[in-house]
């Protein structure tokens, strides 16, 4: 009896192990662990009051388990081809080499309790500057279930409606979408980086609050 309990405890775990490897995306509820945790697993990087109905504006830093850190060369690599395609004629040597420092979760919220967005970020600086340390959102992530519920019932709608979506993901046909309110910012940006040819518009009712936290998200 205790070794049919033994093996099936032991399956089980080789089960979920192996579910866990296949999950590629890094915003997938199984990684909420990393930032769905109280203070004490991070560390304040903002927090501030806001006298438009926000309350406390805080957001807190966590960190992220991927990509792991053998994996941050080639994203060094693409930075650094990027940086010669956006700026040619720069010049080549250590001021197009970049440096990742690593990932973090970052998590905006209001009065200490309401999570209004968790995003990724990465940190990163320029070899010829390294004091110069600055942050790049990581556009593939949707940490938070309900944004990921809105990207699918936005698009299932379009479609339903005959909207030709396939072509608009590969830039071939326009596309225009309007994001009213920006929270951490990670909605606009994967929209951007999944439809080639979409035009973002985004407004919000408080530009204080934009500039309150467009430093470190």
């Known amino acids: ?8 405890w032991n399956f089980r775990r080789r089960f979920s192990t192996a579910i866990r490897q296949r999950i590629e995306d890094e915003g997938d509820w199984s990684f909420s662990s990393e930032w769905w945790g109280s203070d004490s697993h991070g560390h304040t990087v903002l927090r501030s009051s806001s006298d438009k109905g926000n309350g406390v504006v805080s957001v807190l830093a966590f960190p992220s388990s991927k990509p792991s850190e053998v994996q941050w060369p080639k994203m060094e690599r693409w930075l650094q081809e990027r940086y010669a395609e956006v700026c040619p004629g720069s010049g080549s040597g250590n001021e197009e080499r970049f440096r990742i420092l690593g990932y973090q979760w970052r998590a905006l919220r209001f009065n200490d309790d309401t999570r209004q967005s968790t995003v990724k970020v990465m940190s990163l600086y320029r070899q010829s500057e390294p004091a110069s340390i600055c942050l790049m959102q990581q556009p593939h992530c949707l940490a938070v279930p309900y944004l990921k519920s809105m990207v699918s019932v936005g698009l299932s709608t379009l479609a339903s409606c005959g909207y030709d979506i396939i072509n608009a993901v590969h830039g071939k046909k326009s596309m225009n979408i309007l994001c009213i309110g920006h929270g951490g910012g990670s909605l606009p940006l994967f929209l951007a980086s999944r439809i ?11 530009c204080a609050f934009l500039l309150l936290v467009s430093d470190v998200v």
């Open 196 to 206: 080639k040819g979409e035009r973002i518009s985004l407004t919000h009712y408080l």
């Open 1 to 8: 009896m205790w070794r049919r309990s033994r093996w099936a």
